[in-house]
């Protein structure tokens, strides 16, 4: 395996988002871009190359295959098709779960033993898919699950209580989807509870509930005004690999595997946990109240529904 190798798989503007994080950050030894579209990959090449006399470090950028997978530390997935209007999500994920399994099958074709990061949409569902296919340990593949959405909630805080981001505590959990919930007990900015700062402040509690909102909405608006987004993915999923190759040990609200924790068993959804170079180190079982455990609950039950309308058969079918 090779120190700080990562692949990604789909060069769209998710996945050109991060790999241009990656080159102004620094912190990989080399990016391999795959992509259906081998022209596109090559001049996404090019373009990367150029910016390297202004980059931190050096770094190897090619455009490659599925056999330069074998010695890869990570590989990131963000290949797959976006929602079209009118398409629900359970169609969404029938698409999408097809081609999951044919680029999990290339990857471990190669001998791949590294860990998978996906990014694809629903991101749930298609992290579950991609463990299924690849026979990988459950720590090794992981959805980037509630990531993105964190950071919005860490701004948004940060930006209502005008203190830095750095210092915001405070974790989105369930499905990266609308029946995402903050568990607000467990909220913090610095070593204060955020409910305490409210109270402390005279700020009205329901405050906390519009923010949730605005993050739940936050990807709507987005889309709305330019069609898409891109940067924010793009930053979290660089943060998530750089945990892995540096063995951060850091927390982080990823999409993995549930094992009787929280209740819950055999899917993939967003909690905080500890990320190393092994990927999924151990989960945070955080003591959840009544109406957070509910929420929670649903987001389950939404995304098993939606595998039990036929993504599990697909998975069967296509193994």
Not at 52 to 80: F, N, S
Not at 91 to 108: G, P
Not at 160 to 181: P, Q, R
Request: hydrophobic share 40%; proline share 3%.
């Amino acid at each position: 395996m090779k120190k700080g190798k990562v692949i990604l798989v789909g060069t769209g503007f998710v996945g050109m988002s991060m790999a241009y994080s990656m080159l102004n950050q620094g912190g990989i030894s080399e990016l391999v871009l795959i992509d259906i579209n081998k022209e596109k990959t090559v001049g996404e090449e090019m373009d990367l190359l150029h910016g390297l006399p202004y980059a931190p470090q050096k770094m190897v950028i090619k455009a490659g295959d599925y056999a330069d997978c074998k010695d890869a530390e990570v590989v990131v997935i963000t290949a797959g098709v976006a929602q079209t209007p009118g398409q629900t999500r359970l169609e969404l994920a029938e698409v999408n779960t097809k081609i999951m399994k044919q680029i999990t099958s290339s990857i471990m074709e190669s001998g791949f033993n590294g860990i998978i990061v996906v990014a694809s949409n629903p991101v749930d569902l298609m992290a579950y898919v991609v463990w299924k296919v690849s026979g990988l340990p459950k720590n090794q593949v992981i959805g980037s699950g509630t990531v993105l959405d964190t950071a919005r909630l860490r701004y948004l805080m940060a930006d209502y209580l005008e203190i830095s981001s750095k210092n915001v505590h405070a974790y989105i959990m369930g499905e990266h989807g609308d029946s995402s919930f903050v568990p607000w007990d467990h909220a913090y900015v610095g070593c204060k509870k955020i409910k305490d700062i409210i109270k402390d402040n005279n700020h009205p509690i329901e405050d906390l509930k519009k923010i949730h909102e605005n993050v739940v909405n936050a990807a709507y608006e987005i889309i709305e005004k330019k069609k898409a987004t891109y940067y924010g993915i793009g930053m979290a999923l660089n943060r998530l690999v750089k945990a892995i190759i540096n063995n951060e040990n850091a927390i982080l609200t990823v999409s993995t595997y549930l094992e009787n924790q929280y209740g819950q068993n055999d899917i993939y959804i967003g909690v905080p946990a500890i990320i190393n170079k092994n990927g999924v180190r151990e989960l945070i079982e955080l003591n959840l109240n009544e109406y957070e455990q509910e929420k929670l609950d649903n987001s389950c039950k939404i995304i098993k529904e939606m595998r039990e309308q036929g993504i599990e058969e697909i998975i069967n079918n296509l193994r």
